[in-house]
């Protein structure tokens, strides 16, 4: 059965930064896509990046370009996300995401929907103070 393990949340000051980490177990890592979404309390879940299955590709909602990147390592099967320059707005509970389909990375459109995403984490929290 796949496990999806999120870690890193935690407290920050706004203009600080964090490192999310995503650890997968028993599937074949380097064959999927991965994205990062997060939930805002009282707001809906948004993608925040994703990356192809090769590590060669992403993608960044606009929000956070500039400021987050998302890397993996397809050896130790860990996803990751750091994210620098940190704002109030960034506040949520972050998600890791494996795409439904081996070997498949689609456009910004592919990332932003949930529904693309078949195995998520149960999330680590983000706060952000002002």
């Known amino acids: 059965q796949v496990q999806v393990v999120e870690s890193g949340g935690a407290l920050v000051q706004a203009g600080g930064s964090l490192r999310l980490s995503c650890t997968v177990t028993?599937?074949?890592?380097?064959?999927?896509?991965m994205g990062w979404f997060r939930q805002a309390p009282g707001k809906e879940r948004e993608s925040v990046s994703c990356?192809?299955?090769?590590?060669?590709?992403?993608r960044y909602s606009d929000s956070v370009k500039e400021r987050f990147t998302i890397s993996r390592d397809n050896v130790k099967n860990i996803l990751y996300l750091d994210m620098n320059s940190l704002k109030p707005e960034d506040t949520g509970i972050y998600y890791c995401?494996?795409?439904?389909?081996?070997?498949?990375?689609?456009?910004?459109?592919?990332?932003?929907?949930?529904?693309?995403?078949?195995?998520w984490g149960q999330g680590t929290q983000v706060t952000v103070s002002s």
């Open positions: 995401a494996i795409e439904e389909h081996p070997n498949r990375f689609g456009d910004d459109a592919w990332c932003r929907k949930g529904a693309n995403f078949a195995f």
């Open positions: 990356i192809s299955y090769t590590g060669r590709t992403t």
């Open positions: 028993s599937m074949v890592f380097d064959d999927y896509s």
